[in-house]
């Protein structure tokens, strides 16, 4: 069992800067060999996934909407996953949410490999 804890959303200007922050509760040896990734949702869209890493080896995947802009970056010994969300655009508002599953999967950012969801932070852009 995993429980996640996002936070960090908030709002800003185009242009502008934010990070995301999830902390992962479970079995501190189960969550050396976990994938954590980053999705959001925009009012009458479908959830995408924008970033995700494997704690296993450190491989990062990035949705190509963010690719250059954001970057998600692990810290092991905290269980904790960032994501740094720079040169924002309005575009990019939307519901963030921390996501992760236990063990690795070949398909990242597919919200259907994962079945831990943290409660989400609202980020919104304005231009």
């Known amino acids: 069992q995993v429980q996640l804890v996002d936070s960090g959303g908030g709002s800003v200007q185009e242009g502008g800067s934010l990070r995301l922050s999830c902390v992962a509760f479970?079995?501190?040896?189960?969550?050396?060999?976990?994938?954590m990734a980053w999705f959001r949702q925009a009012p009458g869209k479908e959830r995408e996934g924008v970033a995700a890493?494997?704690?296993?080896?450190?491989?990062?995947s990035y949705a190509d909407s963010v690719k250059g802009r954001f970057t998600i970056t692990q810290d092991n010994a905290k269980k904790t996953v960032y994501l740094q969300m720079n040169s924002l655009k309005p575009e990019d508002t939307a519901m963030y949410y921390c996501?992760?599953?236990?063990?690795?999967?070949?398909?990242?950012?597919?919200?259907?490999?994962?079945?831990?969801w943290g409660q989400g932070t609202q980020v919104t852009v304005s231009s």
């Open positions: 996501a992760a599953k236990l063990g690795r999967t070949l398909f990242p950012l597919s919200d259907n490999q994962y079945n831990y």
């Open positions: 890493v494997y704690f296993g080896v450190g491989s990062t």
């Open positions: 479970g079995d501190a040896y189960a969550l050396n060999y976990i994938h």
